[in-house]
């Protein structure tokens, strides 16, 4: 299991904190790719939550034309200590 910190600006922080948004990363940089269901997040240094589920895409076009019909789900939820 493995811990990344994950740095966001405090306007989508308070989103996904209320539970109205995911976590979304379109761009998979080597550190965010090694992420696994089980692994922990840190948001700002300071949220603990756990990642439950990672969707993966061909490419951006796919992702999109995925993300329009799909329902929105949360993919992170906060641990709870």
Request: charge should be positive; include cysteine; charged fraction near 25%.
């Amino acid at each position: 299991m493995r811990t990344k910190t994950l740095w966001l600006r405090e306007e989508y922080l308070a989103v996904i904190l209320a539970g109205h948004k995911t976590i979304e990363v379109l761009v998979a940089y080597v550190n965010i790719a090694r992420l696994q269901v089980g692994d922990r997040l840190l948001l700002n240094d300071r949220y603990p939550y756990v990642v439950h589920r990672i969707d993966r895409y061909r490419g951006f076009r796919n992702c999109c034309l995925t993300r329009t019909r799909a329902p929105s789900h949360r993919t992170w939820r906060q641990r709870t200590c």
